[in-house]
């Protein structure tokens, strides 16, 4: 593994998702969850995934983890440091869980074990990581409340998960996540319960932490605000596939697709501005349009949407990282994302 | 023009027991403690912060208050099950965050629509039928939506069946907590343009309660904010958003991230810092003072009521009316 990563350039991408596919089967439908999903993360790099319920954000984190089940189907190859995860046996990809890979959800009160002291939880994580004992674990767990600070870290060590806020308790999450050091640190709606105060906070933290350790973060997110501000590249995830990846200095002021340029003008912008909402709503997953899956709300569809899914290209005049998965990306990135745009 | 809906110093508390089984003592949770607010017709008040579901509730005489009063078209809402009230509460209708759990899963949405009539003894089956096709018209949805059962819709679908169940019984004031916040960002203003447009349509009066300030302020007429159960700023909301009195909501507007020019981030004016404590525990004095930047003395030994300044703005904040020094980036 060490001569491997050695023999990688210092700038190749710490994770490569290539082409990721995820089909699941229930009684009544077959469905694909994630089609032909390509995706990179850089050392310490901070990337948002923004997108609406059921577009595939979270699901491909849990693909890569192997957190899936047996009636989810994954194809595809998912390279961290040019090793597939996806090939790896249940031994050698929980060595990759919370190690080299963490991840932390939405509700962190519930992700802990309300049984049991918060010390405790993260001891657990430390032993199980490292082999640390007892009280060397125990010293840690402080070293890692305060990291993530925690005010009065030795007391708060014995508290139960009830005892905090729902904002200390993503901080222990967070915590417990720092314990297996990871390189990449998946933050699923980290913030998403919390009041508008707490949020900043947290965020500023996560923000402070990746600095410090040059951990990658992967933030995900429905709100495109938090993303601006946390994340140096944006991806747009829609009906399980990518729509837009750009630098945060190109998607937020000449989008190149419609469905990025439609939910910016849905979000009430601060200025008390009024919303222009996007008609009608995502497809079921069962019953995917033909073409574009974006087709059927898209006021720029064109007869030839209808035919095929479009590949993820760079407008004309972008970086070669800016990539929109729409046929008409060359006049969408001419307008600016505040600028409306004359359908036709 | 008289005020429609007005809450008179409304509190309610809760007996609680602090950790310690048999052992632990007891104490009173103060959900909400004091607030007064009114509400005229057609216009709109946005809550956020501390102890805004309560205030849904007692408003509309969901749950009884501990003291205090609401009055709708200046009568006193009876607590009572008479006439009054059900001529009153018919008046009143609430509109929910999820719309999944709002709904009954078993029945088709247009009998659900129809019921809030039936549950009132108004009109024949026809007659129902025909005011319920009519609302789910309103709300923007197909005649065919009427037969289907709430899981074969979508998220905003279902959200506009609730809307058209609490508009059939035509009432004066419905009163919306958190209604689009668990909607995707492109139904959300789907949602919140048909909030507008009926609203403007049958004359109606929001409570609209959300946490998301952006929302609370592309909707509302007037904004009251709110910081562990009480009202600590209100105002119009330009002027509350533009030009915070209360660092409270100085940090509350602050801390909204923004899609700002592609910039990383922009320099906040007000780092925040600490969360809200429990409300067993409130503070003495000024329940923001150990967040708050200002704080002197005087925020410790006195607790600062909702004030009007000269230019009608109620600020609940000793800096804010001159009485300590004021916020440094007043000018800036």
């Known amino acids: ?344 | 023009m008289t005020d429609l809906l007005v809450a008179e110093n409304l509190v309610r508390h809760y007996a609680v027991r602090l950790p310690g089984g048999l052992f632990g003592r007891q104490a009173v949770l103060k959900a909400l403690d004091g607030v007064s607010f009114s509400l005229r017709r057609g216009r709109i008040v946005g809550e956020s912060g501390c102890g805004k579901s309560t205030t849904a509730g007692l408003s509309i005489d969901l749950i009884p208050p501990t003291s205090g009063r609401t009055l709708l078209d200046g009568e006193p809402i009876a607590g009572t099950d008479d006439a009054r009230w059900r001529r009153q509460r018919r008046d009143m209708q609430m509109v929910f965050q999820d719309p999944l759990s709002a709904l009954d899963r078993r029945i088709p949405v247009g009998r659900q629509v129809m019921e809030p009539l039936l549950i009132h003894g108004l009109g024949d089956r026809a007659e129902r039928e025909a005011r319920a096709r009519a609302v789910l018209g309103n709300v923007g949805l197909q005649p065919h939506h009427f037969d289907r059962y709430p899981h074969e819709l979508s998220g905003g679908q279902r959200q506009r069946v609730v809307l058209a169940r609490a508009l059939t019984l035509n009432p004066s004031v419905l009163v919306c907590d958190e209604p689009v916040s668990a909607l995707d960002v492109s139904i959300q203003a789907q949602v919140l343009n048909l909030l507008e447009r009926l609203q403007a349509e049958f004359d109606l009066a929001y409570l609209f309660i959300s946490h998301d300030l952006k929302v609370v302020r592309q909707i509302s007429h007037d904004v009251a904010v709110m910081y562990l159960g009480r009202i600590v700023e209100q105002g119009p909301p330009k002027r509350l958003f533009e030009q915070p009195e209360h660092p409270y909501t100085r940090m509350l507007v602050d801390a909204v991230p923004a899609v700002l020019g592609g910039g990383r981030r922009f320099r906040r004016r007000i780092q925040p810092r600490g969360e809200p404590p429990n409300p067993i525990d409130v503070p003495t004095g000024c329940p923001f003072r150990p967040r708050c930047p200002l704080a002197q003395q005087l925020c410790m030994a006195e607790r600062p009521t909702l004030e009007r300044l000269p230019d009608g703005q109620l600020v609940a904040c000793h800096a804010a009316h001159g009485r300590i020094p004021g916020p440094l980036a007043r000018t800036a």
């Open chain 1, 1 to 344: 593994m060490e001569d491997r990563v050695a023999a990688r350039p210092p700038d190749a991408p710490l994770i490569e998702i290539r082409n990721l596919a995820i089909h699941f089967r229930t009684r009544q439908h077959q469905f694909r969850a994630l089609s032909g999903v390509n995706l990179t993360v850089g050392r310490g790099e901070a990337v948002g995934l923004v997108g609406e319920s059921g577009s595939g954000k979270s699901i491909t984190w849990l693909a890569a983890l192997g957190l899936l089940g047996p009636r989810a189907r994954v194809s595809g190859e998912v390279l961290l440091d040019g090793r597939d995860l996806l090939g790896l046996d249940e031994t050698a990809i929980t060595g990759v869980r919370g190690r080299e890979i963490a991840m932390i959800f939405q509700d962190a009160s519930s992700s802990l074990n309300p049984l049991r002291t918060i010390g405790s939880q993260i001891r657990e994580s430390l032993r199980h990581h490292w082999g640390m004992d007892r009280n060397t674990a125990h010293a840690e767990a402080k070293r890692l409340l305060d990291r993530v600070q925690i005010p009065f870290a030795a007391q708060r060590l014995k508290d139960y998960p009830h005892q905090l806020s729902g904002g200390m308790n993503q901080r222990v999450m967070i915590a417990i996540a720092l314990a297996g050091r990871p390189r990449l640190l998946v933050a699923d709606e980290p913030t998403t319960a919390l009041d508008a105060t707490v949020q900043a906070q947290i965020l500023d933290l996560l923000d402070e932490l990746r600095r410090d350790t040059g951990m990658a973060l992967a933030l995900i997110s429905h709100d495109f605000g938090v993303v601006a501000e946390n994340c140096d590249r944006v991806v747009v995830l829609y009906a399980g596939r990518v729509m837009e990846n750009a630098q945060n200095s190109e998607i937020f002021i000449r989008p190149a697709h419609p469905y990025t340029r439609g939910l910016l003008a849905a979000i009430p912008d601060s200025a008390g501005e009024r919303t222009r909402p996007i008609r009608g709503s995502v497809p079921e997953p069962w019953s995917p349009p033909p073409g574009c899956v974006f087709e059927p709300r898209c006021d720029f569809a064109r007869p030839e949407c209808r035919a095929a899914q479009p590949p993820l290209a760079s407008p004309a005049g972008a970086t070669a990282m800016h990539r929109s998965a729409c046929l008409r990306r060359d006049e969408m990135a001419t307008a600016t994302a505040r600028q409306e745009m004359v359908a036709s």
